[in-house]
């Protein structure tokens, strides 16, 4: 193929935009168009976009070629397919991160999925949203526009009607509507026999008018029209939009039941919708009907103003997992388990919960969230709690004291217990609470922690050495300098706890102690409702870890499981009966908890026990 020479070259631009669009007999002309209208709109604003397959119908300039698709830098694949098979989705997979669009088969493995139409697929998307499809600016004043019923019919059934209903729906408006009644059919650019089907509805009295690639025009015209006859699909919605009352003869069961999904009113499908439609026009008017439908299904999937889909995929900037990010396995980190606007979470054959997302998050732990946030939380601000927190520490460390006593390195020698002050390093330290009760436990200390203010703080009113920085891009040591590292609800941030583990194990000493907390995946928050708990886990937390994976987790790393002490135990969160717990029955689910470690949280100590390899993970499996 042959590109214009003022046309970008996605191999020289990288970070652009695929869009790839279901063609073709059995396909229509809707995702094609709507994939082209995508294209348009992110050029408008200066992304660089291109379509995929090529087509007649659609302009050389807008079409990638076969050498720049496979070596293209594509930030994002958008893939409106309708029904991709798992060997092409393997394929987008391995060009980039891949947002699926109305996906009907591999739902699963998209990494990311939004539905601009409702869908009965059990796979729930992370966003389903019919305002995002491009949508009229002319609306007609309500569904109710007109005192004397349906004076003007449109018929629309796409750029195919593959099942062939315009002739019979335009046959049965004109025989049996109204004698004011005007009846105008598109007939769409993929339409078989289009003359013959032309000359038999002129032959019927009804106007014909020509679909073309350019839907724009055709979507400005629905507000010109009393009631439009379609089946399920994006015309559907535009005329919703528009305030067209919209009755659905449809061609299948499947548009049957998205129908019924949607709450749309309904001839049915095939013949058994013709007799129908017949009946409703010998009955009445049924554009009285349509129109009570069709208010209720705007309010309930467009109840504002028109979202962009454009726009939603200019900010994306995705990141996602290929492998999982502890185990580094490819093939068993593919199960997903809860999807979320802007995020999927998955779960790894090793037992790893991870999050993939669409656009980054937003920073959870600035230095709001130590004052005016921690307050709404706990009722003071961080540093008011600086005693209690404090005073946690000092249980933490008789762990990690008992330990360090023990402790040998991996050939027998002294581990450090042997050095009279061991060096402490806490990864996150904030405003150093857990510093200052190691410091006061014996400890030379070190905090490291990403904000600026936290490190002043421990500085200068603290008196305690602390650096800033973002773990494990920024080390702040030698290789086994250090006898103990504490990350205490720190571990969960990293996007990759490989790199961070690894780099764990080269800062401890033969013998040394890791210890950190983390939310568990085995509370009973979680068990009360999965959907629950990861809609309200943090937007930056990377990984849920499970407290009975963590010895299997942290071997691979050349660390030993010591000690798994499981937190956070809330019985207000039992489920049904959390809100009515007072007095001794507290105290009794209180008991419950702990005895079947029901905590949403849960701390770890272990012992480093082996050197890892230069390419990382014991197990080699890094």
Known sequence: MIRPRDVPDPVEKPGAVLVVSACGTGRGGGHLFRGLALVKA????????????????????????????????????????????????????????????????????????????????????????????????????????????????????GAEDSAGLSLPAARILRTLGSAELSVTVVLGPLYEQ????????????????????????????????DLLITHFGITAFEALYARLPVLLLNPGPRHEALARRGGLYSAGWGRGGCKKLSRLFRSGDPGAAAAEYGERAL???????????????????????????????????????????????????????????LSPPLPEYTEE??????????????LEDFSRIQGQGERRLTFIRGLLKKSRGP???????????????????????????????????????????????????????????????DIPGAPGEFEVITLWYVIEHFKEPRRALEALNRLLGAGGILAFSTPSFRGISRRSSLRNFLDRSPGDHWTIWDPRRCGSFLRRYGFCLKKRVITGHHPERFPLIGALLRGPAFRFFLMISRLFGLGDTFEVYAVKRAELPAAGGVHGRG
């Not at 004052?371 to 706990?378: C, L």
């Open 42 to 157: 992110l050029r408008s604003r200066g992304k660089a976009a291109w379509l995929h397959p090529g087509d007649p119908q659609i302009p050389e300039e807008f079409l990638v070629s076969a050498e720049d698709l496979e070596g293209g830098e594509w930030s994002l694949i958008v893939l409106d397919r309708y029904r991709c098979p798992a060997g092409e989705l393997r394929r987008w997979l391995s060009l980039g991160p891949v947002l699926g669009i109305d996906e009907g088969v591999s739902r699963r493995d998209c990494d990311f999925l939004i539905d601009l139409l409702p869908n009965t697929c059990r796979e729930a998307p992370n966003i389903c949203d019919p305002s995002l499809l491009f949508l009229p600016r002319r609306r007609r004043p309500s569904f109710f526009g007109t005192a004397s019923g349906v004076r003007r019919a449109l018929i629309s059934f």
């Open 369 to 382: 969230y130590f004052f005016s946030r921690y307050r709404e939380q706990y009722g003071r601000t961080y």
């Open 194 to 225: 289009r003359e013959k089907t032309r000359r038999a509805l002129e032959d019927e009295g009804a106007a014909v008018i020509d679909g073309g690639p350019d839907p724009e025009a055709f979507r400005e015209s629905l507000a010109d029209y």
């Open 411 to 473: 050939d027998g020698a002294p581990g450090p217990s042997a050095k009279k002050i061991p060096r402490l390093l806490d990864i996150g330290c904030a405003y150093g609470p857990f510093l200052a009760a190691a410091r006061n436990g014996g400890f030379e200390v070190l905090g490291l922690d990403p904000a600026k203010e936290p490190v002043r703080y421990i500085r200068e009113n603290l008196g305690m050495n602390a650096v800033r920085g973002s773990f494990p891009d």
């Open 299 to 357: 309010r309930r999937w467009m109840p504002g103003a028109p979202g962009d889909l454009a726009d939603l995929v200019l900010r994306a900037a995705p990141f996602v997992h290929r492998r999982c990010p502890l185990c580094g396995n490819r093939s068993g980190c593919r199960r997903g388990l809860v999807r979320f606007p802007h995020r999927s979470y998955r779960r790894c054959s090793c037992g790893m919960v991870y999050m993939d997302r």
